[in-house]
């Protein structure tokens, strides 16, 4: 891996190669911007409960992403440059055929940001309880598993997910979240500590691999099932038990936490 150095900011850590920036948030300012993020708020075609639009706060050039509280449990905000099609709320106003049994979807939605291939990179520092909440960095087809061929419909790149302490899981998920669901090089691996608590993870997409990294050092490769299709970023963070129907639900006083990240970028190959 190499350094690249951009003006005014912390440097990434590359691959071998010539690079061009595609696409990147450095969080400067004081507020989210909008143009390059939405916030998820549905699950499976309903408002979910653990996701909230609050506690995202811009600062010193960093995102943090902020567990706060909703009817007595804590609830933490997700971020994204595109959207699934099953996760929003079916279409309830008419439809040109008048069959509302077989007429369930939301209107699609334009991406913010989308793309194929490339390296994808965040320098972030971690939540303090992942008991309670977890952290993630990764990318997802609005379109996974619409069809047989994962290649043809997308996946799930999990570039980190933090769910305990100083250990973080990576890999792919595809076939959609039912019965087809599948995993390739999926690992959990343990967190090697830096002097200031930040890290750095990333992962190469080529038409034929993906190769993920953290802190500079390659943890794991796959091959035998790779996306050929844009496929949209997410920041998000989401507080443990909601999946379970089990809220996590604030004992005594209610304590703040947050995942921090630096920048988000997206470099792309020069051939």
């Given amino acids: 891996m190499k350094k690249h150095y951009i003006n005014g900011h912390e440097p990434s850590l590359l691959p071998d190669g010539e690079w061009n920036l595609a696409w990147a948030d450095e969080f400067d300012g004081d507020e989210l911007d909008r143009s390059k993020w939405d916030f998820r708020l549905n699950f499976w075609g309903k408002r979910f409960d653990a996701y909230s639009d609050q506690g995202v706060i811009v600062r010193n050039g960093c995102v943090e992403l902020h567990r706060?509280?909703?009817d007595g449990c804590y609830v933490s905000p997700q971020l994204q440059t595109g959207s699934n099609s099953f996760d929003d709320p079916k279409y309830d106003a008419d439809n040109p055929w008048n069959q509302d049994e077989i007429w369930p979807l939301a209107p699609t939605k334009e991406p913010?940001?989308?793309h194929r291939y490339g390296y994808y990179e965040c320098r972030c520092r971690f939540q303090r309880e992942p008991n309670v909440m977890w952290s993630a960095f990764w990318m997802q087809s609005p379109s996974i598993g619409a069809r047989f061929e994962p290649e043809w419909c997308g996946i799930e790149s999990d570039i980190m997910e933090c769910f305990e302490t100083d250990k973080i899981t990576t890999g792919n998920i595809m076939g959609g979240y039912g019965k087809q669901f599948s995993q390739e090089g999926r690992i959990k691996y343990d967190l090697e500590p830096t002097e200031d608590g930040w890290h750095y993870f990333g992962m190469e997409w080529t038409p034929d691999e993906y190769i993920f990294y953290c802190d500079g050092k390659e943890?794991?490769?796959?091959?035998?099932?790779v996306?050929?299709?844009?496929q949209f970023l997410l920041l998000t963070t989401e507080v443990q038990g909601y999946r379970s129907s089990k809220p996590y639900k604030i004992e005594g006083e209610f304590t703040d936490d947050a995942f921090i990240a630096d920048f988000v970028r997206v470099w792309d190959r020069v051939e």
């Avoid at 943890?219 to 099932?225: D, E």
């Fill in 112 to 114: 913010k940001f989308v």
């Fill in 219 to 225: 943890t794991v490769r796959c091959s035998a099932h």
């Fill in 227 to 230: 996306s050929q299709v844009p």
């Fill in 68 to 70: 706060t509280e909703r």
